[in-house]
C-alpha cells in the first residue's frame, strides 16, 4: 500500500500579498451542516435534517506584524478579503498534487498575541468566511457561496432546487 497525498507544505496568500516564508499555523474552514433532530410518529428514532450551514470561519497565524494585513481588520460595506491557501500534497511515488483554497471573509479579530522581550512576535488573524472553493489536483471538492445560496460537494450542487424554488 503506497502513502499518498500527504501534506508537505503550504503557504498563504492575504489580499493578494503572498505571505511564503512568513507562515505558522492555518486553519482552514470546516463546512458543516446546521442539523436539527427530527422524530414523528412512527419512527423508531430521530433523524437529522439538514437546516442549512453553521457559519464558517478560518484563522492563521503570520510570523511577522504586517501593517498591511492589520489595515484589513473590520466591517466595511461590499469588501470582502479574498484569501487563498496553496498546499504541496505529495505521496510515496514522488506525485506532488496541489490543494488550493480560495475564501472570501471578513477579518473580525487581528490578535496581536503576546510581546515579550526577546522574542518575536506573532499575529493570529481570526476570520468569518462567506466563500470558500476547495480544489484538489485540479477537482473542485467543496463550493460553497453563502451570499448565493450555493453548497457543491462532489460536483453535486445540493441548494439547486431550493434556489429553483425561490426563484433566484
Not at 85 to 110: F, Y
Not at 118 to 126: D, E, I, K, M, W
Not at 134 to 148: K, P, R, W
Not at 161 to 168: H, M, P, S, Y
Amino acid at each position: 500500500m503506497a502513502i499518498t497525498d500527504i501534506l508537505k507544505n503550504y503557504t498563504l496568500f492575504v489580499d493578494g500579498r503572498g505571505q511564503a516564508g512568513k507562515m505558522g499555523d492555518y486553519i482552514p474552514p470546516s463546512p458543516s451542516v446546521a442539523a436539527e433532530e427530527y422524530r414523528a410518529a412512527g419512527m423508531n428514532a430521530p433523524i437529522d435534517i439538514d437546516m442549512g450551514q453553521e457559519k464558517m470561519t478560518t484563522s492563521f497565524v503570520l510570523k511577522n506584524y504586517p501593517a498591511k494585513v492589520l489595515a484589513l481588520w473590520g466591517f466595511a460595506p461590499g469588501r470582502l478579503i479574498p484569501v487563498t491557501a496553496r498546499g504541496a500534497l505529495e505521496s510515496e511515488d514522488g506525485t506532488v498534487t496541489p490543494v488550493i483554497h480560495n475564501m472570501r471573509g471578513k477579518i473580525i479579530q487581528p490578535d496581536r498575541g503576546t510581546w515579550s522581550p526577546g522574542q518575536s512576535a506573532s499575529l493570529t488573524v481570526n476570520m468569518t468566511v462567506e466563500y470558500f472553493k476547495e480544489a484538489i489536483g485540479g477537482e473542485v471538492i467543496t463550493e460553497i457561496d453563502v451570499i448565493n445560496m450555493v453548497r457543491i460537494v462532489g460536483g453535486v450542487d445540493q441548494l439547486a432546487e431550493q434556489r429553483a424554488a425561490l426563484g433566484i
